[in-house]
């Protein structure tokens, strides 16, 4: 008995790793694009959990409303200029900077707008 | 069964083969097949294992005596509960219970991989395959746990007294657990270096999998202490004994990495120095199954010793090799691009406390190889004994204490001077306060004041960290609980962290009141007399006998009394006199305020077959002390020879475990993610489909 589980664990073994060659489905290695996409996506993430973070550190006295407004300001632009990369615009230098400028007043105004004074990100 | 786990484990090694050299090969030859194939050959891997491991723990079911290290390691007389820890109780089975792991803990890694790391998944793939190929090759032909007996013998030798205790279904576990568990980070973390991913993308994956290790390796060697505490009947539980110092040296390392991985992941600083630590994390875990296969020094573990040594060194020096020299080829690649700003930051803080753990680790690994290399080099026999590393490493570890403190207070970036005056206040207040008031009531051991005053100063700095927060929040409207709920719930490593430095607290208190105010003494009682120490009087009432077919055991019952000194003032002052804090009382009458508080049975018995003695201590545990009594031995002429102790706080090292893991579970629990839209699931059709 105990041979003949052997045997049907090594035949198991073997079908599962070569229906990849086998199999009709078609497999390709991931795209630098796709990879792309996923890191921006993380990263995009991370920033956002860092402001979050900075909220919760400003709320609890941590930080001074200077250090706060600049940190913050710096990962929104950096959150910014992810946004652009993913949704895969294409600018010059200087019109991205522009645009990052808008960007950065909007957010600013949109903060002041806002009755609690506190940060969406929207 | 033997046939099917020896033919499990020529499988697993064939394909744990195939899984690195496909993963590889289908990589650079852009073969997406083949990539496929070789991560199904990894998870293929976990099944054999598996089968592997149930062979071997259904022959103990069984008592399949014809296997040798069945008949090594139980018996027809073995509680069947203790299968489970027979199955790790020796070289053969430990090694199948840490490739048990390994493989797991290996799929379940990759299966939820983030595709952002596909590109390096390859490479992580490989690494784990190797080290999952050296235990199956170990365990094939080294250590094999299913070789057969030429006699199969009518009953085997039973399993080793020591382990038959509650703590030894997890202790071992957890500590081979986790130190194999150090694998996984370091293979994300290299097979991204390999890939030339040299961004932060493998942050998440290496912190997650690293607190765990962390968590498990850490709570294991808490239970280990208790273990030591109950069962091996000195009275301590943490000798500075190399097995116990190979775990702890891959834990501080792996907690420098915990908290500097925070600044990695906050700051995008000290990624160079993160992969470093980690680096150092995994060889000393080698370095630890090393010295718990290979025996080079003697320890309390030495069930576990064999003739493996050089295979295992063998090992640890390709490790260390492989890992340093990654390190140095894509080091010019690691460097961060932010330097800190202030010394007086959080991120500063985290780098003084790196360093105050990695000092304790050295200090430990110098006293660890210290025997090794006089016994190799001058051919003397040497051992490094408990005083060394508390002399050495005390001091440190009052200093990291000091720095759980301060480096909460201190916001990231820089620090102002009206910040450090208002933040500080309080808790260096609560710390001064502390010391005054044990001055004040009489305390001895200044050394030991200091401590406590450090404990406070942490616990307030802690508390006030909670109350800003819990405030600020309440302000907003939310009522007490779900103000401080809402703060915890909002950054869940930073708090879990809090969790843990409060257990860190009570262990602190624990380690301060049994080094400083521990007191002992020892006699030889007939059945009425007493033995009494401080506020105690023992009296020993009756005594049994236990005996089994494979061990001589007796039981001692011992009344306690809680006396009032005055009563016992003039046999206090004679005992003193002689430099003895205990004395011994042939008269079996109570005194007038003598208080019955409890009964204690402590229990002595001696396993032939293994030549061992066992004993389990009679303990009384309250939150102030513990009494602590251990059978020495049953004397020819009836009396029993006790050794008693008075362990101030103890009941706070063991009380720390629940903080410690519920803690570590806080800051592992995932954050919710932080996008406040509707994320639209994409088609990912450039995926290779499956995991």
Do not use: C
């Amino acid at each position: 008995m105990p041979i003949v589980l052997g045997t049907l664990l090594a035949l198991v073994s073997i079908a599962v790793i070569a229906y990849p060659f086998l199999g009709s489905k078609r497999y390709r290695l991931v795209s630098e694009t796709f990879v792309t996409r996923e890191k921006l996506r993380a990263e995009r993430l991370r920033i956002y959990r860092k402001i979050t973070d900075l909220e919760s550190d400003f709320t609890s006295g941590d930080l001074t409303d200077a250090d706060y407004q600049l940190q913050r300001d710096q990962l929104r632009m950096s959150a910014a200029e992810i946004l652009r990369q993913e949704s895969g615009a294409k600018t010059t230098n200087s019109t991205r900077d522009e645009e990052l400028e808008k960007e950065i007043s909007r957010l600013r105004e949109q903060t002041a707008q806002s009755p609690e004074g506190g940060d969406t990100l929207k | 069964m033997a046939d099917l786990g020896v033919m499990a484990l020529l499988l697993g090694l064939a394909l744990s083969a195939y899984a690195a050299i496909g993963s590889v090969v289908g990589e650079k030859i852009g073969m997406a097949e083949l990539v496929v194939s070789a991560r199904r050959a990894l998870y293929m891997t976990t099944l054999a294992v598996v089968i592997a491991s149930g062979a071997l723990i259904n022959a103990f079911v069984q008592n399949d005596f014809s296997i040798r290290y069945v008949a090594d390691h139980s018996n027809t007389l073995m509680d069947r509960a203790f299968v489970w820890v027979a199955f790790y109780a020796g070289n053969e089975g430990s090694l199948l219970y840490i490739l048990l792991a390994l493989a797991l803990m290996s799929a379940l890694s990759v299966w939820f991989a983030p595709k952002r790391l596909a590109r390096s998944m390859p490479w992580t793939i490989a690494i784990l395959a190797i080290i999952q190929l050296f235990y199956f090759v170990v365990l094939s032909f080294a250590a094999n746990p299913f070789e057969l007996l030429d006699t199969v013998p009518l009953d085997g030798r039973g399993i080793n007294p020591l382990l038959t205790h509650t703590g030894m279904f997890s202790h071992p576990p957890m500590l081979m657990g986790g130190l194999i568990a150090i694998t996984i980070p370091f293979a994300f973390v290299s097979g991204a270096l390999i890939a030339g991913n040299y961004g932060d993308d493998w942050i998440d994956v290496a912190r997650v999998s690293a607190i765990l290790a962390w968590g498990v390796l850490g709570t294991g060697m808490l239970i280990g202490a208790w273990w030591a505490y109950t069962i091996l009947g000195w009275g301590g539980y943490w000798a500075w004994d190399p097995i116990e110092n190979v775990a702890l040296m891959p834990w501080l390392v792996l907690t420098a990495f915990i908290h500097s991985i925070m600044v990695q992941k906050r700051r995008g600083m000290f990624r160079m120095w993160n992969v470093a630590l980690l680096n150092i994390a995994f060889v000393l875990a080698q370095l630890g199954m090393f010295i718990n296969r290979g025996g080079p020094v003697v320890s309390v573990h030495s069930f576990a010793a064999s003739a493996l040594g050089i295979i295992f060194l063998s090992f640890m020096i390709a490790s260390l090799v492989f890992a340093f020299a990654l390190f140095l080829w894509r080091m010019p690649q690691l460097k961060s691009d932010r330097a800190m700003e202030s010394f007086v930051s959080r991120e500063a803080s985290f780098l003084i406390n790196n360093f105050l753990f990695l000092s304790v680790m050295a200090v430990t690994l110098w006293g660890v190889l210290y025997p090794v290399f006089a016994e190799f080099a001058r051919d003397i026999s040497v051992s490094v004994s408990a005083p060394y590393f508390n002399r050495a490493n005390g001091p440190v570890l009052l200093g990291i204490v000091v720095m759980m403190g301060i480096g909460p207070l201190l916001p990231w970036r820089k620090t102002s001077a009206r910040s450090l005056k208002q933040w500080f206040v309080w808790p260096t207040l609560v710390g001064v306060l502390t010391i005054i008031v044990l001055v004040a009531l009489g305390v001895q051991r200044p050394i030991a004041i200091f401590a406590f005053g450090v404990v406070a100063f942490v616990a307030a700095s802690i508390s006030e960290e909670w109350w800003r927060g819990t405030v600020a929040r309440h302000r907003s409207g939310d009522n007490w609980p779900m103000a401080w709920w809402r703060l915890v719930n909002g950054n869940r490593p930073r708090h879990g962290g809090y969790i843990v430095h409060i257990s860190i607290l009570m262990l602190g208190l624990g380690i301060i009141g049994t080094n400083f105010y521990q007191q002992r003494t020892d006699g030889a009682l007939a059945l009425g007399e007493s033995l009494v120490i401080d506020n105690y009087r023992i009296e020993y009432v009756d005594n049994g006998d236990e005996s089994r077919p494979d061990r001589i055991a007796q039981w001692a019952e011992m009344s306690v009394y809680e006396i009032s000194p005055e009563d016992y003032e003039q046999e206090k002052a004679f005992a003193a006199a002689q430099g003895s804090t205990g004395f011994t009382l042939k008269d079996s009458r109570l005194r007038e305020n003598d208080k019955l508080i409890d009964q204690i049975r402590p229990w002595h018995g001696f396993y032939v077959d293994f030549n061992m003695a066992s004993v389990r201590s009679g303990i009384r545990s309250t939150l102030v002390e513990d009494l602590y009594v251990i059978p020495r031995d049953f004397l020819a002429d009836g009396r029993i020879s006790l050794a008693v102790s008075i362990n101030p706080l103890a009941w706070w090292l063991w009380a720390s475990g629940p903080f410690f893991i519920i803690g570590t579970m806080v800051a592992l629990w995932p954050q919710p993610a932080v996008e406040r839209r509707p994320v639209r699931k994409r088609k990912l059709d450039d995926t290779e489909g499956e995991n």
